[in-house]
């Protein structure tokens, strides 16, 4: 393989900590991969699954990102706080936590596992001050480092899981399933207020970002030591996108999706059902476009949200 060939599909990531996404995906780049990006920011301290985008793959990013649940485990500290709610920011407050095997410290541990269990009845959490949540356009971490006064922002989030792993004071370790887009460092933060202790995020793993999981991940040392081994760890376009039905068009319905029209319904397509979601290709197997089921007219037809195929030039 020529390092100047662009692939298009999908390459899991195991992030190592200490570099920012855009780092990550940044090293991918030099193998020879210009178009490039990825699903889901992972914060520098933290490691697990990043879902590279390659190619035709980056036109996928806002249906990736669209209701697919994370699973995260993580370790909080009892008694630090920090400006960024993880141990990347800088220390604004450090207190005494009990003793593990005193009577404090049993009771502490009880509120711990009280605390996280109520996780499950979390619906909205504070976003951080150093996140890239915008205020009327600025990043919120420009105004925290600007010394400016930062929003307090919330956002909708749902926990369908939350265990405690163990408890050996101050660290408690979790594990917990969340919606897309939830700041894990919101829960340790709002854990330690809630004990009236503070608490701070010390690692952070993701095990899993829909629809692929750590065990799928491949190591970034890997993946840059061996660039003529990177086409058999890329995944197609269909891998991400498990619940979407494919369809494999014939010429005249190729030809019309690249001119942008919607294609009629008939049953090689299966069953219609308007608001369904597909993902065409060709006889070649080359993926072609995203699609969705409207009717148009009175008509049972395939509307293209984005084409996955490039442009043809004059």
Known sequence: MSLMEQLHGIL???????MSSAQCVGRIKRLGQKKIGHAGTLDP?????????????????????????????????LGLVTDT?????????????????????????ADVRREVA???????QPVPPYSAAKHQGQPLYRLARAGKDVPLKTKAIQISRAELQWV???????????????YIRSLAHSLGMRLGCGATLTELTRLYSHPFGLDEAHSLDDVLADPEGLPRRVLPLSAALPGWPVFTVNPAEEAAQRNGRALMHH????????????????????????????????????????????????
């Not at 990347?88 to 009577?103: C, N």
């Not at 399933?177 to 939830?182: N, P, R």
């Open 45 to 77: 301290m933290a490691t697990g699954v990043l879902i590279v985008l390659l190619g035709h793959a980056t036109k996928l990013s806002g249906y990736l990102l669209e209701g697919g649940e994370k699973r995260y485990e993580g370790v909080a500290r």
């Open 267 to 314: 049953p090689g397509f299966g069953a219609f059902e308007a608001g369904q979601r597909a993902l065409t290709r060709n006889a070649s197997g080359e993926p072609l476009a995203l699609v969705e089921a409207r009717v148009q007219d009175g008509q049972p037809v395939w509307v293209m949200l984005r084409g996955l195929f490039t442009p043809s030039t004059p």
């Open 12 to 18: 899991i990531i195991d992030k190592p900590g200490g």
């Open 85 to 109: 709610w993880d141990a990347e920011g800088q220390i604004l407050e450090e207190r005494a936590v009990p003793a593990a095997g005193t009577p404090e410290g049993d009771a502490l541990e």
């Open 168 to 182: 050996k004071l101050p660290d408690v370790r979790f594990r917990v399933t969340c919606s897309s887009g939830s």
């Open 118 to 124: 109520a996780w499950l009845e979390v619906r909205e």
